[in-house]
């Protein structure tokens, strides 16, 4: 059984009297474990896409299986529970709340969850060392580069130890150097066994990837493995 599984998949947007395809019958699926890029134009559906296997959005037609559960047969306390202990997302903005420490704000999904003050707290610095920012606890957003709050908002996504990761354009805000560090903790995290799914307009990046999948005007047009994927047997 494949840990996500996608089957005539459309998702449509009205805008004003005009309907917007986002994606059109869109047939996909990733196993456990796997190391996952996603590439396309803008416009062409790959963060819709991105979004409904992150659950933040629905699907018009089709459906979408996490681990063997129908998405769409959720209740509302469901899906959010399968959001935050299933899957960790990354994003271009960061989205770090700026009030926060590092340390407050890795541990906002641990207080979704329900878990006690110093349990979480534990597990929020530990996921902070784990991509190297032991020393940077108790700093504010304000106060770290542009790389380091990358890295606290992949210790956020990862703090539940979730079975997916899912980053949209997460070096795009970086420079070279540093994006290469942000990859490098993606590799990291998908040799632990995760899988990891991200968006990317820049082919190196996906590259990096074990696997291609190229969306373009809301259809799959390309899946394939990369230069860096593992060889056969």
């Not at 996603?38 to 089709?62: A, F, R, V």
């Not at 890795?106 to 969850?113: C, G, Q, T």
């Not at 996504?157 to 970086?174: C, K, R, S, Y």
């Not at 799914?197 to 190196?204: A, Y």
């Amino acid at each position: 059984m494949s840990l996500i599984d996608v089957r005539g998949l459309s998702r449509t947007f009205l805008m004003g009297d005009t309907e917007v395809h986002a994606l059109r019958q869109v047939d996909f699926a990733v196993e456990r474990g796997e190391y996952l890029a996603i590439m396309g134009p803008s416009g062409s559906g790959k963060s819709t896409l991105m979004n409904i296997l992150g659950c933040l959005d629905t699907p018009t037609e089709g459906s979408y299986s996490l681990a063997g559960e129908v998405v769409s047969e959720l209740s509302d306390s469901e899906l959010a529970s399968t959001r935050n202990k299933r899957i960790g997302f990354v994003f271009q903005t960061f989205n770090l709340l700026p009030r926060y420490t590092a340390l407050g704000n890795v541990e906002l999904p641990l207080v979704y969850a329900g878990m006690a003050r110093g349990a979480r707290r534990e597990a929020a610095a530990a996921a902070l060392r784990r991509v190297d920012l032991g020393d940077r606890m108790e700093h504010k957003p304000n106060e770290l580069s542009g790389g380091q709050r990358q890295r606290v908002a992949i210790a956020r996504a990862i703090v539940n130890d979730p079975d997916i990761l899912l980053a949209d354009e997460p070096t795009g805000n970086l420079d070279t150097k540093v994006g290469d560090e942000i990859m490098g903790i993606f590799e990291e995290f998908h040799r632990q066994g995760r899988t990891v799914i991200l968006v990317t307009h820049e082919p190196d990046v996906a590259e990096r990837a074990h696997r291609l999948v190229r969306v373009v005007d809301g259809r799959i047009v390309e899946d394939r493995p990369t230069s860096s994927a593992p060889a056969a047997g």
